[in-house]
């Protein structure tokens, strides 16, 4: 087989699969030193890409400036028309991601088979087994088309000089992120305040909470609820990704529901405590095991489930869970 010399890669649209995707853009580099590889990101996200790796561009898709399977197709023919790949890369499975690929006029396009997509594929496998860890799930792709890929131990992603990106005032800090996009691992505000209280009244933390733009009202509701406003940072919607980036890699710890921001604190090496709530471990743990901690309610029999809505009400794998009983 011909060893590519310029390859494209789609990337997930989550922020935490991004993360998920950093083993596979390790091996990526490493089994291809010399290839040109451009990075397709959703666009808000593309500045999480250069922390990935050293890649030669990075190309931000807006499915508003490019609507509809049309408006994918006409994307991936500018792409196309400007530089011709020998290599071209979907880590989503949707149908879309690989029209898009299709659309580049890579001379060879990879992904899995799914969604009826495979024709617009050179290279196709079915998906793996249903509890593969995400990590593993973008790797196969590359193991797969390439048995000699190589593997290595990732290190932990690095802001230099993260108090010149975004300064924290003085002390220690605790990240508290008690937000999601499902309802199911959001945590509500009567057991956000509770956590809250509970680390002012036992701990000397300065308590950080981040989150989407979108989210800021519901973070500045609990804010205002909780014993001591003073101690608190709301930072929802006012940092960037590297700025974000910054903030976790400074903090002394942080405690966080299963987003993207679990996957990320923990890949900057911040001590993680992320509660299980709608969640399967076993797929979309933080790629790193060094101090992370995963508590889940025992005994509960709709545990572990992946639903965006709780099917029994009131989710009882965050509401059951206590601040206390996990030690930092």
Not at 35 to 61: C, M, R, S
Not at 77 to 83: A, D, L, R, V
Not at 107 to 129: C, D, I
């Amino acid at each position: 087989m011909k060893t590519p010399q310029k390859i494209l890669v789609r990337l997930p649209n989550w922020l935490g699969d991004m993360v998920m995707a950093y083993p596979f853009l390790d091996s990526l580099q490493r089994t291809y030193p010399e290839a040109a590889i451009t990075i397709i990101a959703k666009k808000g996200l593309e500045t999480l890409v250069p922390y990935l790796g050293n890649f030669t561009k990075v190309i931000p898709f807006s499915k508003k400036e490019f609507p509809g399977l049309r408006g994918i197709y006409r994307f991936g023919q500018q792409i196309g028309k400007e530089k011709s790949y020998d290599l071209f890369i979907s880590l989503p499975d949707s149908f879309s991601a690989a029209m898009m690929g299709y659309a580049t006029g890579a001379q060879q396009r990879v992904g899995y088979r799914k969604e009826l997509r495979q024709w617009m594929l050179t290279h196709s496998w079915n998906f793996p087994a249903a509890a593969t860890h995400r990590s593993e799930v973008y790797r196969n792709l590359l193991v797969r088309y390439n048995p000699d890929t190589v593997i290595e131990k990732v290190n932990f992603l690095k802001i230099e000089r993260p108090e010149k990106v975004f300064a924290l005032p003085a002390g220690r800090h605790l990240i508290f992120n008690v937000n999601s996009n499902a309802d199911s691992r959001r945590l509500p505000v009567f057991k956000a305040v509770a956590f809250i209280n509970y680390w002012l009244e036992t701990t000397d933390y300065q308590l950080v909470l981040p989150g989407h733009h979108t989210e800021f009202a519901y973070v500045e509701n609990i804010a205002k609820m909780v014993a001591r406003p003073d101690r608190i940072l709301n930072l929802a919607g006012k940092t960037t990704i590297p700025e974000l980036m910054a903030v976790l890699q400074q903090a002394d710890r942080m405690v966080t529901t299963d987003t993207g921001i679990a996957h990320l604190g923990n890949a900057m090496g911040t001590p993680t405590v992320m509660l299980l709530g709608a969640a399967d471990e076993r797929v979309t743990a933080p790629i790193f095991y060094k101090n992370l901690k995963m508590p889940r309610v025992p005994g509960l029999t709709c545990a572990p489930c992946v639903r965006n809505t709780c099917k029994v009400g009131g989710v009882p794998c965050l509401t059951g869970l206590e601040a206390s009983s996990f030690k930092f």
